[in-house]
């Protein structure tokens, strides 16, 4: 079993920065990818962006390309998403997410373990 802890939301005004980190519990597996998903309210659970943990091929979605930034720390098991220029649309809870196996970054339903979230509003 796999824990995966995230820190770093609050608010911020538009146009600001937030760096949200994800801390997994013990060495990821060496095929694993992790994942950053968000949740408005009242709707679905949306992709945001993922890396893989063995060379690092990152992926992301539309609206965030240019503004947010996923790296990831094999030695600390940690993943980061630093989020620059932030807009009041990204206001959201923020998850992040660890699969087994490469492949199908995009689909939250190919991940295995999530975090409890990170609350991030952004003001206008």
């Known amino acids: 079993q796999v824990q995966l802890v995230e820190s770093g939301g609050g608010v911020v005004q538009a146009g600001g920065s937030l760096r949200l980190s994800c801390v997994a519990s013990?060495?990821?597996?060496?095929?694993?990818?992790m994942g950053w998903f968000r949740q408005a309210l009242g709707q679905e659970r949306k992709f945001v962006a993922a890396?893989?943990?063995?060379?690092?091929?990152?992926y992301y979605e539309d609206s965030v390309k240019g503004r947010f930034t996923i790296l990831g720390d094999n030695a600390k098991n940690t993943v980061y998403l630093q989020m620059n220029s932030l807009k009041p649309e990204d206001t959201a809870v923020y998850y992040c997410?660890?699969?087994?196996?490469?492949?199908?970054?995009?689909?939250?339903?190919?991940?295995?373990?999530w975090g409890q979230g990170t609350q991030v509003t952004v003001s206008s």
């Open positions: 013990r060495r990821t597996f060496s095929g694993a990818s």
């Open positions: 997410a660890l699969k087994r196996a490469y492949g199908l970054e995009y689909d939250r339903n190919e991940y295995d373990y």
């Open positions: 890396i893989t943990w063995s060379g690092g091929i990152t």
